[in-house]
């Protein structure tokens, strides 16, 4: 028997982060009597601390409460892949959905994240190793081959076509010469980010704001009265506005609970092996992806490792978020062996950690936002279906703006204030999506060994499809 892999707490980037001062500190111990502000939050992943972070730069003098269960970060913006871009990589999806003109609105809107993320950092002096090199979405079978068309002729019809490189494979090859990559399409306007870095110098920068963040304090229940009440362990928060960045929690709020399923997703990561990197000839920082629905998706790191992590994979038939979302050895084991498929060199590099997290899967693969209550004054933003890190921050825009009532272009988004589509009630959301997640690694599986599934599991793993969801890459 192989010794296990090491589970990582909460994620390796998490660690690495919290092991240096200014990611680490300072503390911010949990709420422990009643208080007061103008706009509550909940949630401490990037929703709710760039929400807290505009809120503040269109009013200084505003008071802002962020409520986290946790530490900030903890949950997935510190455990991400984190893959920074902007929805160029959806365009097909985001125009079928939303029709050219809005979906030209919101390309933009979200393509200007990256860059401000890149300045932001520089600007407040957090290290979040922000690479600004590119997203390269990649061929790993015959079947997947070729078929980055319809994105650029959508691209060209809205005059985005400089947002895209068609590769061919020798091209993708020259970037990373990975046995298993045919022809490819690079993003250059898009970076990649030591996710939990940008988490915690996020959460510093905010309590030099004067946002008062307490951690390790679980929201019980709230009601969506005026002011907001808010119950947490140690005491109550009332608040004019609240805003609710819970992720793939928000699964407990029955008012969104409808529009919101949960699935897995799995990282490894090697020891550094920069020489090996360099075999492999992947020294431009591209973060690399694959095409298919159960997504590959990979990254180095400054000092030489290569992270790797996969989608679309669901614990248990029940959707209850708990320990084997943070860290699955069956997962991880195969994730590690996809890891020396794609990067033959590092196939006897050591394997550091492991871990997970839980996404939070919207019908049509774009996350919402909107208000809630009598008052108008309970304001979310979820459902980012494994594409958050940089929609994220367009989102605390979104969210800002709700929570001051402002009537402006990100309040207009076409991703604000419509009704997302509808799962099926419980158990039968759980099952079919248990079924149709196993249904799609199959198929995925076998195109990457160049055969075809049987017509049970592709009818199971295109069901969605035909029921008019857009579940996204998983
Ligand atoms: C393994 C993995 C890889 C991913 N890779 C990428 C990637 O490369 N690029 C990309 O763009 N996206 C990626 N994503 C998705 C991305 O991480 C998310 O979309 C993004 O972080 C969402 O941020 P959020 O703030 O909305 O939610 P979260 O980060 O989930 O934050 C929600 C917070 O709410 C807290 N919370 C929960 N319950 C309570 C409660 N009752 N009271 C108070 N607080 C509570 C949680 O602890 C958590 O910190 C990945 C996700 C995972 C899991």
């Known amino acids: 028997m192989p010794a296990p892999i090491r589970p990582a707490r909460r994620s390796w980037w998490l660690e690495e982060a919290l092991a240096h001062p200014e990611f680490a500190g300072p503390e911010a111990p949990p709420l422990g009597r009643d208080v007061a502000a103008d706009v509550a939050i909940l949630g401490g992943g990037f929703t709710g601390m760039w929400t807290a972070w505009f809120l503040k730069e269109r009013d200084p003098g505003i008071d802002v409460v962020l409520l986290e269960a946790d530490i900030c970060g903890g949950g997935p913006s510190g455990r991400n892949g984190g893959f920074c871009d902007g929805w160029w990589g959806h365009i097909v999806d985001v125009v079928a959905t939303y029709g050219e003109a809005a979906a030209l609105e919101l390309l933009m809107a979200c393509g200007r994240s990256p860059g401000e993320i890149g300045a932001w950092c520089d600007a407040h002096g957090v290290d979040a190793w922000f690479r600004h090199a590119g997203v390269l979405a990649v061929a790993t079978n015959p079947a997947a081959q070729g078929r980055f068309g319809g994105t650029l002729e959508v691209a060209r019809r809205l005059g985005l076509e400089d947002e895209y490189r068609l590769l061919a494979p020798e091209e993708v090859r020259g970037r990373c010469a990975s046995p298993v990559f045919r022809d490819g399409l690079l993003i250059p306007d898009a970076a990649n980010v030591q996710p939990a870095r940008l988490a915690r110098g996020l959460r510093r920068v905010l309590i030099e704001r004067g946002v008062r963040i307490y951690e390790g304090t679980p929201v019980l229940r709230f009601r969506a009265s005026k002011p907001v009440e808010i119950e947490t362990p140690g005491g109550r928060v009332r608040a004019g506005e609240a805003v609710v960045g819970l992720g793939a929690w928000a699964t407990w709020w029955r008012p969104v609970a409808p529009y919101l399923t949960v699935r897995g997703s799995y990282i490894v990561i090697t020891a550094p092996a920069p020489e090996r990197l360099e075999a492999l000839g992947w020294t431009g920082g591209e973060a690399i992806h694959d095409v298919r629905p159960s997504v590959h998706y990979a990254r180095t790191t400054p000092d030489g490792r290569i992270a790797l992590g996969l989608g679309g994979l669901q614990p248990g038939l029940s959707q209850r978020i708990d320990g084997r979302y943070d860290h699955h050895e069956g ?108 249904a799609v690694l199959r198929e995925d599986d076998l195109a990457d060994a160049g055969r075809r599934a049987d017509p049970l599991t592709r009818f199971v793993a295109r069901l969605p499809r035909r029921l008019g969801y857009n579940l996204g890459a998983h």
């Open 331 to 438: 997962f991880a084991r195969r994730v590690a062996a996809d890891l020396a498929r794609w990067f033959p060199p590092f196939a006897d590099v050591p394997i550091e950690a492991a871990w997970g997290g839980p996404i939070n899967v919207s019908g049509l693969t774009m996350p919402f936002f909107g208000s809630l209550g009598r008052h108008g004054n309970v304001h979310y933003g979820l459902g980012y279906t494994g594409n958050g890190v940089g929609p994220s921050h367009l989102g605390g825009k979104i969210l800002a703006a709700l929570a001051t009532h402002a009537d402006d272009g990100f309040t207009r988004l076409a991703v604000v204030s419509r009704e997302p589509k509808r799962f099926p009630p419980e158990p039968v959301r759980s099952l079919g999506a248990a079924l149709v997640n196993t």
